[in-house]
């Protein structure tokens, strides 16, 4: 690793800035890093090393640019460090569940919810993920304009409901999604200083934050509220949170379940949904590998709509989708703070550090994937990953904070893939200009206008 030798003090090097141009360069630090998020962590990443540090405002950042930095923070000691200033925002609408929760509390929401993704009752949800995707596909017209991205929120928010809940949102849908776009729109004003101060502010950000809050949570506390009436197990995530019992006999409160619910439902279905439309977005752009896709699902399925018995022969769907993430991966940034003093690659790491990790970033980097903007879905052969340090790619983080929904997220997305582009051809629409908007996901910004073509 190219490490800075010379920063082995106790706090690294400060940048020097003229006194009288400090304000404004704090200003127009925290207008680039509120505006494009991404721009400003690429611009870091171009400085030399692979442990870059940064002076904002009062806050020590690193960026850590190599794999076995980012093992080192979220495996091997990972409990020298706390969650970043993302989630612990995320809080204000995710409460206290798996993605945001610290410590015992962590532990004990992981262990009540681990039965919940057992392969088995993972295995379950197939049939409905592409029975949804199927409808989905019923509903386009061929030759039509529409969003891609907006098709597949949809379609997702559908399956999560449907998969974790036994609900049908059909009917709210749109408020849903608009309720989440609210959401997560504030993310980048509410990371940076004086972020305490912006919420307790009456802005027009801030109530439409809460607004938008309070509309998912009366979703969210619909359905604990109909299923406890019921008392029902219908097979769904919702019912096994409700009968998860802990060593001491103890349930789920209706505040955690709340939280987990909220988590899983929402920022799952909004993940996957950023992961499919960058993945069509892209093999609209790689017809080669579109034809191969295409020639593999014929192949295994041979008209008939996939099932979970399936999945493992979809190996080339399975890598497309890889590929998708690997260049824009649904998390873009991970964040973690120091709990102490530490060292870090050599590099003294103060306590409260921000300490940066972008698989966009290290996923990118030509060190680990060759000629790195090319769209290649042979990176995913079994040869090929087994070459690569294990966190040269980790779009579902690492460690014991590993989304636990992974599994989940890759039948989904190979299940909905490969069920869509058995009857369907997309193209971008020829005046479409679509860019990546870093927010708390990886989002296309204005969506992804495309056309669909009938394959039979």
């Known amino acids: 690793m190219d490490l800075n030798p010379d920063s082995t003090a106790a706090h690294p090097p400060v940048p020097v800035v003229e006194k009288k141009g400090a304000a404004a360069q704090l200003v127009n630090t925290l207008h680039r890093l509120q505006g494009d998020p991404l721009a400003f962590v690429k611009r870091m990443a171009r400085e030399p090393g692979d442990l870059v540090y940064y002076r904002l405002w009062r806050q020590d950042v690193f960026l850590a640019k190599h794999p076995d930095l980012i093992r080192d923070v979220l495996v091997t000691n990972q409990h020298d460090y706390a969650k970043g200033a993302g989630l612990q925002w995320a809080k204000r609408f995710l409460g206290e569940g798996l993605l945001t929760s610290e410590g015992d509390v962590h532990t004990r929401q992981r262990r009540l919810s681990q039965p919940a993704f057992h392969r088995q009752r993972i295995g379950s949800y197939a049939t409905v993920m592409a029975d949804y995707a199927a409808r989905c596909g019923e509903g386009l017209r061929e030759g039509a304009l529409f969003d891609m991205h907006a098709a597949m929120m949809g ?9 974790m809940c036994d609900a049908d949102v059909g009917s ?24 305490g101060l912006l919420h307790r502010l009456p802005l027009p950000a801030t109530r439409r934050f809460e607004r938008a809050r309070d509309r998912l949570d009366k979703v969210v506390y619909r359905m604990i509220e109909d299923r406890r009436r019921s008392g029902e197990d219908r097979g769904d995530l919702l019912s096994m949170l409700l009968m998860a019992r802990d060593e001491d006999g103890s349930r789920m409160s209706d505040t955690q379940l709340r939280d987990e619910v909220m988590t899983l439902f929402l920022a799952g279905h909004e993940t996957t949904a950023n992961a499919l439309s960058w993945t069509w977005y892209l093999l609209a752009h790689n017809p080669e590998a579109e034809v191969l896709l295409h020639e593999e ?5 041979g008209g008939r709509r996939p099932v979970f018995e399936d999945l493992p022969r979809l190996r080339y769907a399975e890598m497309v989708l890889a590929e998708s993430m690997r260049l824009y ?3 873009w940034g991970l964040g973690r703070r120091s709990r102490h003093d530490q060292v870090l690659g050599g590099i003294a790491i103060p306590v409260d550090a921000l ?9 990118r980097d030509p060190r680990f994937f060759p000629d790195p903007l090319r769209f290649d879905p042979t990176r995913f ?3 090929a990953k087994a070459s690569r340090p294990k966190f040269a790619y980790f779009p579902f983080g690492g460690g014991a904070r590993q989304c636990i929904g992974e599994p989940f997220a890759w039948m989904e997305g190979v299940l909905v893939l490969s069920t869509l582009a058995q009857r369907w051809r997309f193209r971008l629409d020829s005046t479409a200009r679509v860019e990546p908007q870093a927010l708390i996901t ?6 992804v206008p495309m056309r669909g073509e009938r394959r039979r």
Not at 172 to 195: C, K, M, N, Q, Y
């Open 442 to 447: 990886l989002r296309p910004r204005r969506g």
């Open 172 to 195: 709210e849908s749109a408020e849903i999604g608009e309720a989440l776009t609210d959401v997560i729109s504030v993310f980048p004003r509410f990371v940076l200083p004086f972020a």
């Open 329 to 331: 991966p649904p998390a």
């Open 297 to 301: 699902i014929d192949t295994v399925l």
């Open 155 to 163: 379609l997702t928010l559908a399956v999560a409901a449907k998969t």
């Open 381 to 383: 052969t079994p040869e």
């Open 355 to 363: 300490v940066l990790m972008s698989p966009y970033l290290i996923q």
